[in-house]
């Protein structure tokens, strides 16, 4: 029982190492290609592909390791059916939590992307803000005001209160 103990541990410590590293490489990789570029010139979006992509291969080695740590002390079946659970009912709160606030901030930010209404570089005055859009995705806009301060506004806002774009 210890031997498959310390063994377990082994294959997790050495499961979370490979992650992280091809993690790494998969992310500088797809930087070095510059896929979030292609997307934005492509689809005219600001998404960050390469973080999700590596984010989502450095998680999915690490869950192996995992599998194989049960795996070496007999527990795998009964812990992954534990685990899987939780994860399902983790995912499906999460859907259901994050949805309510990204769902009118993606359409908002799709009906201000196709009107044309907003780009980066475009000086605005928002509510009592004034400052120049340094960031604009499908989710909120990135205001520099003149203080230096960045201000983060979610697009459904941004849609729901008056804004000026001013003159350059």
């Given at each position: 029982?210890?031997?498959?103990?310390?063994?377990?541990?082994?294959?997790?410590?050495?499961?979370f190492v490979i992650g992280k590293v091809i993690g790494r490489?998969?992310?500088?990789?797809?930087?070095?290609?510059?896929?979030?570029?292609?997307?934005?010139?492509?689809?005219?979006?600001?998404?960050?592909?390469?973080?999700?992509?590596?984010?989502?291969?450095?998680?999915?080695?690490?869950?192996?390791?995992?599998?194989?740590?049960?795996?070496?002390?007999?527990?795998?079946?009964?812990?992954?059916?534990?685990?899987?659970?939780?994860?399902?009912?983790?995912?499906?709160?999460?859907?259901?939590?994050?949805?309510?606030?990204?769902?009118?901030?993606?359409?908002?930010?799709?009906?201000?992307?196709?009107?044309?209404?907003?780009?980066?570089?475009?000086?605005?005055?928002?509510?009592?803000?004034?400052?120049?859009?340094?960031?604009?995705?499908?989710?909120?806009?990135?205001?520099?005001?003149?203080?230096?301060?960045?201000?983060?506004?979610?697009?459904?806002?941004?849609?729901?209160?008056?804004?000026?774009?001013?003159?350059?």
């Amino acid at each position: 029982l210890f031997s498959q103990l310390v063994v377990a541990i082994i294959l997790l410590l050495i499961g979370f190492v490979i992650g992280k590293v091809i993690g790494r490489l998969i992310q500088k990789a797809l930087q070095e290609v510059e896929l979030n570029k292609m997307v934005r010139h492509t689809v005219g979006l600001r998404l960050r592909l390469e973080q999700i992509i590596s984010g989502f291969v450095t998680y999915f080695i690490y869950f192996v390791s995992v599998v194989m740590a049960l795996e070496v002390m007999n527990l795998r079946s009964i812990i992954v059916y534990l685990i899987s659970g939780g994860v399902i009912l983790i995912i499906i709160l999460s859907i259901i939590l994050g949805i309510k606030d990204f769902m009118p901030n993606f359409f908002a930010g799709l009906t201000l992307h196709r009107k044309g209404l907003l780009k980066e570089g475009d000086k605005v005055k928002f509510e009592n803000v004034r400052g120049v859009i340094i960031d604009f995705t499908l989710n909120d806009v990135k205001i520099e005001a003149k203080n230096g301060d960045v201000i983060f506004v979610p697009n459904a806002q941004f849609l729901k209160s008056k804004f000026v774009k001013l003159k350059k």
